[in-house]
């Protein structure tokens, strides 16, 4: 009889399962009831991303506010989904927010808050810089898995089937601003979320830095400019590396070859693809020309230049 009711409650969203998992390889099952909690954290609204983060999402919800139980509906889908999104650790939930720790080491926080006129997204992580590829990648899986959700449980609910909502960022020339003024709480850069003057993400963001205009500034103080929105979005070539110096490597026969640039390619799955240019020939591998085992991997290719 238990385990038929926590199945159903599990089915419609109302706990969620979570896998816990200890060092000697065992599980332990815990259950989340995401709606009823009354307590808030009083500092994870005040988290920020750091300066090699991507920037914060504000999922704001065009009706003016966000449905009754949405929120906790999609925490629970999180957490039952804590695999894919490489979470092993028990997450910490609170009264309209919610956090993750994400990846391996648990060295990336995933942090949702809800108020009344939107969700917010703040991604942000804790590792070295060798691992900013791997995060980047983690947060365009997170954000696509939310969008999923979002759009599975407005499908799921016939109460939110006229649920509509804009991907935005917070406009910073406002928030800088001492001439705007926040109506609600009469005072100068408010802080409050649901006071914030939002903008719409029109598209998707492939560069580093992205321009914005606010219609309610004039002026230069209209225009800003945001970084890091771009990680949240898939792109074919992540990153590009140039090498212009001199590299010799000897080939399986003895010869020495060298080459004058090299470009280093990171994919979406953290792969990379090496292209080395010596005179009229350009060569591709998949392993870095430091690596002693390079010549098996090499393909050469002869330009016409």
């Not at 947060?139 to 939110?160: D, F, G, M, N, P």
């Not at 601003?177 to 939002?198: E, P």
């Amino acid at each position: 009889m238990q385990e038929s009711v926590l199945e159903m409650m599990e089915k419609y969203g109302f706990l969620a399962k979570f896998h816990h998992h200890h060092h000697s390889d065992n599980s332990e099952i815990k259950y989340f009831v995401p709606a009823q909690l009354r307590v808030p954290h009083p500092e994870l609204s005040k988290l920020t991303p750091q300066e090699s983060d991507p920037c914060s999402l504000i999922f704001n919800f065009c009706n003016g506010f966000v449905p009754h139980g949405l929120f906790p509906q999609l925490v629970s889908h999180l957490i039952a989904l804590s695999p894919k999104l490489e979470c092993f650790k028990d997450p910490k939930l609170y009264c309209n927010g919610a956090r993750f720790f994400l990846g391996k080491k648990s060295q990336t926080d995933l942090v949702l808050l809800c108020s009344k006129h939107c969700m917010k997204l703040i991604f942000t992580g804790y590792g070295s810089d060798s691992e900013q590829g791997v995060r980047n990648s983690l947060a365009v899986q997170v954000r696509t898995l939310i969008e999923q959700e979002l759009e599975s449980l407005c499908k799921q609910w016939h109460w939110l089937g006229n649920v509509h909502y804009d991907v935005c960022i917070s406009c910073l020339a406002c928030l800088s601003s001492d001439v705007t003024c926040c109506k609600r709480h009469k005072s100068a850069s408010c802080l409050d979320q649901d006071c914030m003057h939002l903008l719409p993400i029109s598209s998707v963001a492939i560069e580093p830095v992205t321009l914005f205009t606010c219609p309610e500034q004039v002026g230069l103080h209209s225009r800003f400019t945001l970084t890091n929105l771009h990680k949240w979005y898939s792109n074919s070539t992540s990153e590009v590396t140039i090498l212009e110096l001199p590299v010799r490597i000897c080939n399986l026969t003895g010869s020495l070859i060298v080459f004058t640039k090299i470009y280093n390619l990171t994919l979406e799955d953290e792969s990379s693809l090496f292209f080395l240019f010596s005179g009229s020939k350009i060569y591709m591998a998949d392993k870095s020309p430091w690596d002693t085992e390079l010549m098996p991997h090499i393909i050469c290719f002869k330009t016409e230049v």
